[in-house]
């Protein structure tokens, strides 16, 4: 299948500080690129919807100056956790679907481990 | 928006016995549901999709149903075995310039030996 591969999958910053996590699709083109968060025993939370050349759409509830989105490319995505709190500790996940293919599978990256301190 | 519920939250079944996980749908318009599987610490993998003008899909020990007019869809898992053991999430996404998918809450399967 499609690999999606995110960067870093672990980090640990302080608070105040702000924090870049990368989703890129390496071996197909994405439009559109998605970022959920998990919480511990949770399900995936839609967070936004990264739309490349484009504004991101986010869900609601979601800051958009808090969780700033961009999507330069059509292979790389990219989510800033701005001004990090300890709330903010999470499991933050991309996927990525391959350009034109609306209702096929929706590959995912690793993961982003994100502890504030 | 696109609302998707799953149960049960946790499920436990013997080694060997079949394990059933439903999920029902909120918007009509959706017409794309996976199954995904994801281990602890791990990415969410795709098991099986179905589309919405397709009632039943078989792969193996794995089948998907999927009932629009009722708007659940459910996965069945025969024969357990210990690597079934997961977390499973169902999925709904609707054909359109987003085309995002929305989670279930998932289910925690445990199988017993």
């Known amino acids: 299948g499609a690999v999606v591969s995110q960067h870093p999958s672990r980090v640990i910053c302080k608070s105040g500080t702000s924090v870049k996590i990368e989703c890129r699709s390496l071996d197909f083109q994405a439009t559109t690129m998605f970022w959920y968060r998990q919480f511990p025993k949770k399900s995936l939370m839609l967070m936004a919807t990264s739309n490349e050349g484009s504004k991101a759409t986010y869900e609601q509830g979601v800051e958009k100056d808090k969780f700033l989105i961009n999507h330069a490319s059509l292979t790389l995505s990219t989510l800033t956790v701005t001004s990090a709190h300890p709330e903010d500790s999470s499991f933050y996940i991309c996927?990525?679907?391959?350009?034109?293919?609306?209702?096929?599978?929706?590959?995912f990256g690793q993961g982003t481990r994100l502890t504030v301190v | 928006g696109e609302n998707v519920e799953q149960h049960p939250s946790t499920l436990s079944v013997q080694e060997g016995d079949s394990a059933v996980i439903k999920c029902t749908y909120s918007?009509?318009?959706?017409?794309?549901f996976p199954w995904y599987k994801q281990e602890l610490g791990k990415r969410p993998q795709l098991i099986i999709d179905i589309r919405s003008n397709v009632g039943e899909k078989k792969d193996q020990r794995i089948a998907v149903t999927l009932n629009k007019t009722a708007k659940h869809f459910s996965l069945h898992i025969t024969e357990t075995q210990p690597e079934d053991s997961a977390v499973y999430f169902c999925?709904?996404?609707?054909?359109?310039?987003?085309?995002?998918?929305?989670f279930g809450s998932g289910t925690r399967l445990s199988i017993r030996p």
């Open positions: 918007d009509s318009a959706s017409n794309y």
């Open positions: 999925a709904a996404s609707i054909k359109s310039s987003a085309s995002k998918i929305i």
């Open positions: 996927s990525a679907r391959a350009l034109g293919h609306w209702d096929t599978e929706a590959f």
